[in-house]
């Protein structure tokens, strides 16, 4: 059994808490990065089908980190630039139009196969001072006024100045420190997979609101788009257990023709779809990030971006409290990180909550006024670049207080 001592301890390697190992590499921080997986189990072709879609102020903040090769460079080869965006109402002509032209960006944002983010965050932790312990389970926390101490399923331990929970939705570390969560589940299952379809995606996303949810087509490389189809949850299983024809009939009669034909590449996965918050983003010694501290419906694709900004917080009042020699777990780093990050999340929890629960019915008269109310957005130039610059990242809360990273300077 042994005792490693370091600055900061994450708990998780996933996309949160890899981007925050390679992200804190860069100030000369000792960090260990714990996850119960290994990288290579974690970037197998099986593990993950989801893609992301990375808005543009994210996207600074990964070409800001990383040594030698920043994140971003280890990623642009397999980057597909979302230039248009088009949300359609179920059989509806209206629909609300967003164009990289109209924000003057180069693209609207990325779509990323999240095996590639994967692979790209362990190549940037391999190549920083960062000690990835994997596979390894963290099976209980103790903190002291002073430190935190991590213990794993084999008998060793880990203590810290500060334990970071980027352990996902379950969160055994917000658990262990006394953080309470309220969820919703929303009787909904995200069906996900890729399509190659025959001809060019002209890099457009569409989002059709359909009866049962959205369902999103998500322009890739090589003429292929990611699907994230909400279907109801107690008809889910009985449509992906369908004869691949049959599944394939299913898809086409959401999707529609303007693509061409169709043809399924790789497995079908599900996500059950919920909402989550931690009651707290802090205890003694803790901080959480990313799904930890908060989860939503993927309607806007938001959920790790609004992990991306936690990061860029989180790392920021750890530089700046390093740098005045300040320690940087204790109560008063954590509570102008916990401040910082309260507005954004709330404000993006709600409006994904609202936006599901507008779309994903069809009685007539909320038809009519949602309908409405895209042609109204569309037609009103601030409001749609209101949300178009929030739904970039651009601005957290309402307000435009980026922290460092995400405005793409370094730390
Ligand atoms: C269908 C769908 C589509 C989505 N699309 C988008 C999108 O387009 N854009 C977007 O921004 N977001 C999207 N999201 C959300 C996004 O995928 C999640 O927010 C993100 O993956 C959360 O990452 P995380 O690192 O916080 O958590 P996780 O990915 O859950 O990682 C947690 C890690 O902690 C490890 N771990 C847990 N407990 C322990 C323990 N006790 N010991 C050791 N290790 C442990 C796990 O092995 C895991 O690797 C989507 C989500 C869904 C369901």
Redesign the pocket.
């Known amino acids: 059994m042994s005792e490693l001592s370091v600055d900061i301890a994450i708990?998780?390697?996933?996309?949160?808490?890899g981007t925050l190992a390679a992200a804190l590499a860069s100030m000369g921080a000792e960090v260990a990065l714990?996850?119960?997986?290994t990288p290579t189990m974690?970037t197998d072709a099986a593990f993950d089908g989801?893609?992301?879609?990375i808005a543009l102020a994210p996207q600074k903040m990964l070409a800001a980190i990383g040594q030698e090769t920043s994140v971003w460079d280890r990623l642009a080869a397999h980057a597909t630039p979302i230039l248009d965006i088009r949300v359609a109402d179920g059989a509806s002509r209206l629909f609300l139009h967003y164009d990289h032209e109209e924000v003057g960006t180069p693209a609207l944002g990325y779509m990323l196969e999240n095996r590639h983010i994967r692979t790209a965050l362990y190549a940037a932790v391999a190549a920083s001072n960062v000690r990835l312990i994997a596979p390894?389970?963290?099976v209980d926390l103790e903190t002291t006024t002073a430190r935190a101490r991590l213990h794993l399923a084999s008998g060793d331990t880990i203590s810290a100045s500060l334990v970071v929970g980027?352990?996902?939705?379950l969160s055994?570390i917000r658990a262990k420190a006394g953080i309470g969560v309220d969820e919703w589940r929303y009787k909904q299952t995200?069906i996900?997979c890729t399509v190659r379809h025959e001809r060019p995606h002209h890099n457009v996303a569409h989002e059709h609101f359909l009866t049962a949810g959205p369902f999103a087509i998500l322009p890739l490389s090589d003429n292929r788009s990611s699907l994230?189809w909400t279907e109801r949850a107690d008809l889910a299983p009985s449509i992906v257990a369908l004869p691949d024809d049959q599944f394939m009939r299913e898809l086409e009669s959401r999707f529609g023709d303007f693509l061409g034909g169709l043809t399924r590449e790789g497995p079908i996965w599900t996500?059950p779809?919920e909402m989550h918050l931690a009651h707290r983003a802090v205890a003694p010694r803790v901080a959480l990030?990313?799904?930890?501290a908060h989860?939503m419906h993927?309607i806007a694709?938001?959920?790790?971006?609004l992990?991306l900004r936690d990061v860029a917080a989180l790392a920021e009042v750890i530089a700046d409290a390093a740098r005045l020699g300040l320690d940087i777990g204790n109560s008063a780093t954590l509570a102008r990180y916990a401040d910082w990050r309260r507005l954004d999340t709330l404000v993006m929890l709600g409006l994904t909550d609202a936006l599901n629960r507008l779309f994903s019915n069809d009685i007539a008269p909320v038809r009519v006024l949602r309908d409405l109310g895209l042609a109204a957005v569309n037609a009103t130039g601030p409001a749609k670049r209101f949300f178009m610059r929030h739904a970039m990242g651009l601005t957290q809360g309402g307000t435009s207080d980026l922290p460092r990273l995400l405005r793409g300077e370094a730390l």
């Open positions: 708990v998780g390697g996933g996309l949160v808490g714990i996850d119960r997986l974690q989801r893609a992301s879609a390894a389970e963290v980027a352990d996902g939705r055994g995200g996900v994230v996500y779809l990030v990313g799904d930890a989860g993927p694709g938001q959920g790790f971006n992990g």
